[in-house]
Structure formats: structure tokens, C-alpha cells
T-cell receptor
Framework: AQSVTQLGSHVSVSEGALVLLRCNYSSSVPPYLFWYVQYPNQGLQLLLK??????LVKGINGFEAEFKKSETSFHLTKPSAHMSDAAEYFC???????????FGAGTRLTVKP | GAGVSQTPSNKVTEKGKYVELRCDPI?????LYWYRQSLGQGPEFLIYFQGTGAADDSGLPNDRFFAVRPEGSVSTLKIQRTERGDSAVYLC?????????????FGPGTRLTVL
């Protein structure tokens, strides 16, 4: 079984500051890990994913995440926040098949001018 | 091309009523998923279809919930005798297949409010 924990339901940063959203996972098999973004009244959009291979993965809009097996973490970062990054972010884990994807509770990112 | 669409976008109903929520997946996607997202929570898996059959319905909370996909495309999530606790956003997603990793594409959701 898989599960994720997102630390911090709300994160606030200033425009131009580093964004760090934390995600820890639990999985009984090698995990596939995902970050999704959800803008108001829109569906979830895939930001990036880790399946196999390189542990540092780059996604859209300048985001990246690093899979750290020893820490069971997959934190999302962006060097410089933009106002348009304000949204809800969800970390998710699966065991390699789509039917077992499990989401965290989400982190709402606020970007202050 | 068109993404996943869901109708209605909002549904308000009274306790005890029956509701149907519709999902139109991306053309050619054989796998379809339903999730429920309660306020302040992440999406929670309900059921998925591979083609016409419900391959895994273990996430359905009780027998008031039922979903169909009769022709392997459009799916309808049906909720009988709605309760206030059913209020949530119901998300639909589709992907090319279920086995292995295939990106799930999500619709905008249907916000269900049970008064």
C-alpha cells in the first residue's frame, strides 16, 4: 500500500523567494511519485513525475523535485516564486500502476507581492 | 484536442435525492477513474474502469454509490439517497491504459452540494 504526507497545509512566500513544498511517502514497492497543481475551478495538472532513472526531475513552470529514497521524500522546489504559482499542490504516489495512485492532502501556496 | 469534461460543473441537491455525474474522457483513452475530493483534502480514489468494466471499485464508500461506462467511453457516477457527507468535488480522469504508468488527465470536477 502507498501513502503520502504533505507537511504544511499552507505555505506563504514572497515573490522571487524560494518555494519548498514537502512530501514524504510510504510505499511497499518502488514508488512512482508525482506532483500535481490545481488552480481554482480547474482540474489537476501534472507538474512532474519520478518513475525510474534520474532522481532529480524537472517539470513545467520551473519546478523540480528530487527523489530521496533514504529520506522517503520527494520535495518540490522552485528557485524563484512567481505570482502565478499561487495554487494548491498535491503530491501523489503509486506502485507503478495507475489504479493505485494515492494523493496527499495538499499544500496551498500563497505568493505575496 | 479536447480534454476530459465533466457535467454539470455544479450540482446542488437535497438530502435523500438521487444524482448523476457525467464524465467524458479524452477520445481513445481506455482507462477512466473517479475520485472524490472533500474540502481540504486530496483526491480520494473511488473506482476505475478499463474499457467497459469496473476493474476496481474498492474505493466506493458504500452501496449508495455506483458507476457505469456502458460503451467504454462516457461514464456516469450515480449516488442514491444522497447525504450531506457526500458533498465534495467529484473528479474524473482518463489515461491510455491502466497497466504501467500512463499519465492521468483530470477534468475540472463536479462540485456536489447536498443540503
Amino acid at each position: 500500500a502507498q501513502s503520502v504526507t504533505q507537511l504544511g497545509s499552507h505555505v506563504s512566500v514572497s515573490e522571487g523567494a524560494l518555494v519548498l513544498l514537502r512530501c514524504n511517502y510510504s510505499s511497499s514497492v518502488p514508488p512512482y511519485l508525482f506532483w500535481y497543481v490545481q488552480y481554482p475551478n480547474q482540474g489537476l495538472q501534472l507538474l512532474l513525475k519520478y518513475t525510474t532513472g534520474a532522481t532529480l526531475v524537472k517539470g513545467i513552470n520551473g519546478f523540480e523535485a528530487e527523489f530521496k529514497k533514504s529520506e522517503t521524500s520527494f520535495h518540490l522546489t522552485k528557485p524563484s516564486a512567481h505570482m502565478s504559482d499561487a495554487a494548491e499542490y498535491f503530491c501523489a504516489v503509486s506502485g507503478g500502476n495507475n489504479n493505485d495512485m494515492r494523493f496527499g492532502a495538499g499544500t496551498r501556496l500563497t505568493v505575496k507581492p | 484536442g479536447a480534454g476530459v469534461s465533466q457535467t454539470p460543473s455544479n450540482k446542488v441537491t437535497e438530502k435523500g435525492k438521487y444524482v448523476e455525474l457525467r464524465c467524458d474522457p479524452i477520445s481513445g483513452h481506455t482507462a477512466l477513474y473517479w475520485y472524490r475530493q472533500s474540502l481540504g483534502q486530496g483526491p480520494e480514489f473511488l473506482i476505475y474502469f478499463q474499457g467497459t468494466g469496473a476493474a476496481d471499485d474498492s474505493g466506493l464508500p458504500n452501496d449508495r454509490f455506483f458507476a457505469v461506462r456502458p460503451e467504454g467511453s462516457v461514464s456516469t457516477l450515480k449516488i442514491q439517497r444522497t447525504e450531506r457527507g457526500d458533498s465534495a468535488v467529484y473528479l474524473c480522469a482518463s489515461s491510455l491504459m491502466v497497466v504501467g504508468y500512463n499519465e492521468q488527465f483530470f477534468g475540472p470536477g463536479t462540485r456536489l452540494t447536498v443540503l
